[in-house]
C-alpha cells in the first residue's frame, strides 16, 4: 500500500504548490499569447497567485499581516487593469487590432 | 460559514432546507407574475389575466406550460455555448445569494438548532454583494451569444449600469454597517429588537414610540439602497437594458420559451434579494415591532404548554412577520415598475456617478463622525 | 479521504483546469470567463483557509468588477478567433515552456525541501480569533498600516484621472489628422 497521507493531510505547502502552479500558468500566458488582452489576464493570473500565497502563510502563521498585502494586492490589480484597458482601447481604435504583432514597433 | 452539522439528522435537515429555500424562490416567481399582471392591471384601470381559475391564479400554471412547451430555437450566428449557458448562469447567483438572508428565528429541538436560511455566513453582506454582483456575467454573455447588435447594446448598456450603481450600493450600506458594528445579518437583525434608544454623549436616549430600526439611524442610506438595487435588478426606471422603442427587449431579444423565463427568475430573485435586504438592514428583519422574540415565546408557552410547539411557533410567527415585510417591498417594487417613465441612458448615468455616489459617501463619512463625536465626548 | 482533502483537491483542480483554459483557449472571451471562473475558485480557497472577508472582497472587487470590465471590452472589440493566438517560432516556443517547466519544477523542488512550513497548528487563525472576525484585520490596516492605505488611496486618483485622460486623448502623437 503506498502511503497515500500527501493525498490526505491538506498542509501549507499544498497550497503553495497549487500557488506556484497557477504563477506558472499566468507567465506561461504572458510568454505565448500575442493578444494584449489576454496578457493583462495572465498577468492578473499571476497577482492571484501571489495572493493565495499570502494568504496561505497568513493562515497558517495566525497573523492577519498577509491578509493586508492581498488588500494592497487587490487595489493595485484593479488600478493596472483599469489602465491596461484603457491603453488597450486606444489601441485598438489607432489600429483596430489588439494582436502585439501589429504594433511591435514603436514607430506609429 | 458555519459547518452543515454534526450528527447525520442535522446534515440532512440543513441540506434539504437549502433546497427548500431555492425552490421556495423559484416557487414565489409564478405569484409575483400574477400579482405584477393583477397590479398592473388595477394601476391601468384593466382587468389583467382573471379568466383561468379563481382570480386568475390557474393562469400561471398554463403559463408554465405553454413556456415549456415552445419551440426551442437558437440564433444561427450566435455563440451556442453561451447562449445556452446564460440563462442557467442567470439563476445561479440570485438563488445562492438570496440563501444567506435570515428569514425567522433559529428553530430549537430537542437537540438541535436550525436556522431559518440557507446557510449562515459570518460576512453575509459581503457575500450577498459578492455573489448578485456575478449577474452582469449572464447578461454580458446573453448578449454576447445571442449574436445580435441589439442583444449586444443591450448588454452593454445592463452591465455599465449594473456596475457603476454597484458602487453607489456598496457604500451606502457602510453607513449601516458601521452602526451595527458587525456584517452578519442574524446580530443585525437581534441589534433592531426592542424600542428605539441609543447612547449619545454618555446619556441614553429612548423612546417606547418606535422601533429600534434601522431606518430611523439611516434615512437617507435607505433611500439610496433601495434606488441603487433598482439599477442593479434592471428594474423600471432603470430598466435601459430593455427599452422598447431602441432596443426591442435588450439582452434577451433572441429568447424565447422556458430560456427566457429563467431571465425572469433570475430577475425576480434579485427583486426578491433586495427586498429581503431592506427589510433586514433597515425593518428590523423578522422581528416584531414592539413584540420581543422572548415575548412570543412566552405566549407560545402559555398557549401550547409545550417548549417545542412554542418554539415552532415562535418560528413560525417570525417567519410570517419577515414575508409580511418581504412581500411589501416586493410590491413597492411592482407598483415603481407601473407608476414611473423610463430614464434616459445618460441622465440614469448621471444619477448613478453624480448624485447617489456623492450622497452616499457623505452619508458614511457623517455617520462616522456622528459615531465618534457621540461616543468619546462627555457631557 | 476528509472532507478538507476532498474540497481542496476539488477546488485545486477547478482553479487550474480553468487557469489553464485562460491560457489555451483562442477565443478572447472564453479566456475572460475563464479568468472569473478562476478567481471565484480562489475565493473558495480563500474560504477553506478561512479568510472570509478576504473571498467576498475578491469575488466583488476581482469577479464582479475587473472581469466583468474584461468582458465588456473584448465584446466591445468584438474578436472573432484569433489568426495568431500564440507567438510563432519552434525554437523561442519550445524554449519558453522549457524555461517556464524549469521555474515550475525549481519552486515545487524548494517548497518540498525547504520545510519552512511546518507551523503547528494552535498558531492559526482559526484558534486564536472567532471564524470570520474581522476585527484584528482592520485594526493591521488601519493602525498599523495606515500610510499605505492612503498611499494606495493617492494611487487610485491618480489612476482615475490618468484613465479618464487616455481615453478621452484623440490619439497624441500618433493621432490621425
Known amino acids: 500500500m503506498p502511503d497515500i497521507s500527501i493525498l490526505t493531510t491538506i498542509t501549507p505547502n499544498h497550497y503553495l504548490v497549487l500557488s506556484a502552479c497557477l504563477f506558472m500558468i499566468g507567465v506561461a500566458g504572458v510568454l505565448l499569447r500575442r493578444n494584449l488582452i489576454v496578457l493583462f489576464m495572465s498577468i492578473e493570473l499571476m497577482l492571484n497567485a501571489v495572493n493565495l500565497s499570502f494568504v496561505t502563510f497568513s493562515h497558517s502563521f495566525g497573523k492577519v499581516d498577509g491578509q493586508v498585502m492581498v488588500f494592497f494586492v487587490m487595489t493595485i490589480a484593479a488600478a493596472e487593469a483599469a489602465v491596461g484597458l484603457a491603453l488597450a482601447v486606444s489601441i485598438f481604435k489607432r489600429f483596430k487590432e489588439v494582436n502585439i504583432r501589429f504594433f511591435e514597433h514603436l514607430k506609429g | 460559514m458555519t459547518s452543515m452539522g454534526t450528527t447525520g439528522f442535522e446534515i440532512t435537515v440543513n441540506l434539504i432546507k437549502t433546497v ?274 422572548q415575548d412570543v415565546q412566552n405566549f407560545g408557552m402559555n398557549l401550547f404548554g409545550s417548549e417545542i410547539a412554542a418554539n415552532v411557533f415562535n418560528t413560525v410567527v417570525h417567519f410570517l412577520m419577515y414575508n409580511l415585510k418581504f412581500g411589501l417591498f416586493l410590491w413597492i417594487f411592482i407598483h415603481v415598475r407601473w407608476t414611473l417613465p423610463r430614464f434616459r441612458y445618460d441622465q440614469l448615468m448621471d444619477l448613478g456617478w453624480k448624485t447617489m455616489l456623492p450622497w452616499a459617501l457623505a452619508n458614511t463619512m457623517v455617520t462616522a463622525t456622528v459615531m465618534f463625536v457621540t461616543s468619546y465626548f462627555m457631557f | 479521504m476528509t472532507a478538507d482533502a476532498f474540497l481542496f483537491w476539488f477546488l485545486a483542480a477547478l482553479t487550474i483546469v480553468s487557469a489553464l483554459s485562460v491560457v489555451l483557449m483562442t477565443n478572447p472571451i472564453y479566456s475572460a470567463l475563464s479568468l472569473a471562473m478562476t478567481m471565484v475558485s480562489v475565493a473558495a480557497i480563500f474560504v477553506t483557509l478561512q479568510a472570509y472577508f478576504l473571498a467576498g472582497v475578491q469575488i466583488i472587487v476581482y469577479a464582479g468588477a475587473v472581469m466583468v470590465l474584461f468582458v465588456m471590452v473584448l465584446m466591445l472589440f468584438d474578436l472573432k478567433h484569433e489568426l495568431q493566438a500564440f507567438t510563432r517560432g519552434r525554437f523561442s516556443g519550445a524554449f519558453k515552456i522549457a524555461s517556464i517547466g524549469s521555474l515550475a519544477g525549481l519552486l515545487v523542488g524548494a517548497m518540498y525541501t525547504a520545510n519552512v512550513l511546518t507551523v503547528p497548528e494552535a498558531a492559526s487563525v482559526a484558534n486564536t480569533t472567532p471564524k470570520g472576525a474581522i476585527t484584528p484585520l482592520a485594526e493591521e490596516l488601519f493602525l498599523r498600516n495606515v500610510f499605505g492605505f492612503e498611499a494606495l488611496g493617492v494611487l487610485l486618483l491618480v489612476i482615475a484621472v490618468g484613465t479618464v485622460a487616455l481615453s478621452r486623448s484623440k490619439g497624441g502623437t500618433h493621432a490621425r489628422h
Open chain 2, 20 to 293: 427548500l429555500v431555492f425552490l421556495m424562490m423559484v416557487q414565489a416567481v409564478p405569484i409575483l407574475v400574477w400579482l405584477e399582471r393583477r397590479g398592473s392591471a388595477f394601476i391601468q384601470n384593466r382587468f389583467g389575466p382573471n379568466r383561468v381559475g379563481p382570480l386568475g391564479l390557474l393562469q400561471l400554471l398554463a403559463d408554465a406550460v405553454k413556456f415549456l412547451t415552445k419551440e426551442d430555437f437558437a440564433p444561427e450566428k450566435g455563440n451556442r455555448f453561451m447562449f445556452y449557458a446564460a440563462p442557467v448562469f442567470a439563476l445561479i447567483p440570485a438563488a445562492i445569494a438570496y440563501m444567506a438572508i435570515p428569514m425567522s428565528v433559529p428553530l430549537k429541538l430537542e437537540s438541535a438548532t436550525f436556522l431559518i436560511q440557507g446557510f449562515e455566513i459570518n460576512v453575509g453582506i459581503v457575500f450577498v454583494l459578492g455573489i448578485s454582483s456575478l449577474a452582469a456575467y449572464t447578461i454580458l454573455m446573453a448578449g454576447w451569444g445571442s449574436g445580435s447588435k441589439f442583444s449586444l447594446m443591450g448588454a452593454m448598456r445592463a452591465s455599465a449600469q449594473i456596475i457603476s450603481y454597484e458602487l453607489a450600493l456598496g457604500l451606502s450600506i457602510v453607513g449601516v454597517i458601521l452602526m451595527y458594528g458587525t456584517f452578519n445579518f442574524n446580530e443585525m437583525i437581534l441589534q433592531q429588537q426592542g424600542p428605539l434608544s441609543f447612547q449619545a454623549f454618555g446619556y441614553t436616549v429612548s423612546t417606547v414610540a418606535l422601533p429600534n430600526w434601522g431606518i430611523f439611524y439611516q434615512p437617507v442610506g435607505m433611500i439610496l439602497f433601495f434606488a441603487a438595487t433598482f439599477a442593479e435588478s434592471n428594474r423600471l426606471p432603470f430598466d435601459l437594458a430593455e427599452g422598447e422603442a431602441e432596443l426591442v427587449a435588450g439582452f434577451h431579444t433572441e429568447y424565447g420559451g422556458f430560456k427566457m423565463l429563467m431571465f425572469f427568475i433570475g430577475e425576480y430573485g434579485h427583486m426578491m434579494i433586495a427586498s429581503g435586504l431592506m427589510a433586514t438592514f433597515f425593518f428590523g428583519g423578522y422581528g416584531i415591532p414592539y413584540v420581543s422574540i
